[in-house]
């Protein structure tokens, strides 16, 4: 079954703190990995992807195919990172559907 | 430019009334995708248009959803005799290949069924 787990629906940490959200899948084949984020009365955006290997906000992500996951990290977390987070997955590179996790909302409290 | 646009942005109507939802993709971006969501979870797949045609629909939940892209841009997202389990934010998304395939999302229309 293709599935994208987020065990956390709230994390809540200090300004500056370290910041981890979890993200587990199962999917038959290979997948793309993302992570969409959607602020306050803002629409669904792309935080980042993981065949782009890229830093987006001073979060990273990286894939773990051995534990099939895909956990969000940024090292000292800003106000601003309070939001709705989603862990998707889709088909590798191709226009397809995306199937995404139930969410985990961050707060950063000051 | 322009991104993804949906109208209404709310519909609330009654149960068993029939309902339309629009989407306007991003000039140019051949697929089209329609995703609800409930309250308190992550987006769910509906169906998604490659040109004109319906690539998949394995999410639609019964026959009671239907989805049209006539001209390989708006798509219709229509809702026959809806129940007050419909009531969700149905999301539209676009992509192309020149962006990698990256899906950008519409605003939502909130749809409540009374």
């Known amino acids: 079954a293709q599935r994208v787990t987020q065990p956390e629906k709230l994390l809540s940490v200090f300004k500056g703190a370290p910041v981890e959200l979890k993200c587990n899948y199962s999917y038959s084949g290979s997948p793309e990995l993302f992570w969409y984020v959607q602020y306050s009365r803002q629409r669904l955006q792309l935080l980042l992807r993981?065949?782009s290997r890229e830093s987006i906000k001073g979060f990273t992500a990286d894939l773990n195919k051995g534990e099939t996951s895909f956990h969000l990290k940024k090292p000292f977390a800003q106000e601003e990172d309070s939001a709705m987070y989603y862990c998707?997955?889709?088909?590798?590179?191709?226009?397809?559907?995306?199937?995404f996790g139930s969410g985990t909302r961050l707060s950063i409290r000051p | 430019g322009a991104g993804v646009s949906q109208t209404p942005s709310n519909k609330v109507t009654e149960k068993g009334k029939y309902v339309e939802l629009r989407c306007d993709p991003i000039s140019g971006h051949t697929a089209l995708y329609w995703y609800r969501q409930s309250l308190g979870q992550g987006p769910e797949f509906l169906i998604y248009?490659?040109?004109?045609?319906?690539?998949?629909d394995s999410g639609l939940p019964n026959d009671r959803f239907f989805a049209v892209r006539p001209e390989g841009s708006v798509s219709t997202l229509k809702i026959q005799r809806t129940e007050r389990g419909d009531s969700a934010v149905y999301l539209c998304?676009?992509?192309?290949?020149?962006?990698?395939?990256?899906?950008?999302f519409g605003p939502g229309t909130r749809l409540t069924v009374t």
């Open positions: 998304a676009s992509s192309n290949p020149g962006s990698r395939y990256e899906q950008y």
């Open positions: 248009f490659q040109g004109t045609g319906a690539a998949d």
């Open positions: 993981h065949i």
């Open positions: 998707a997955l889709s088909r590798y590179s191709s226009a397809s559907k995306i199937i």
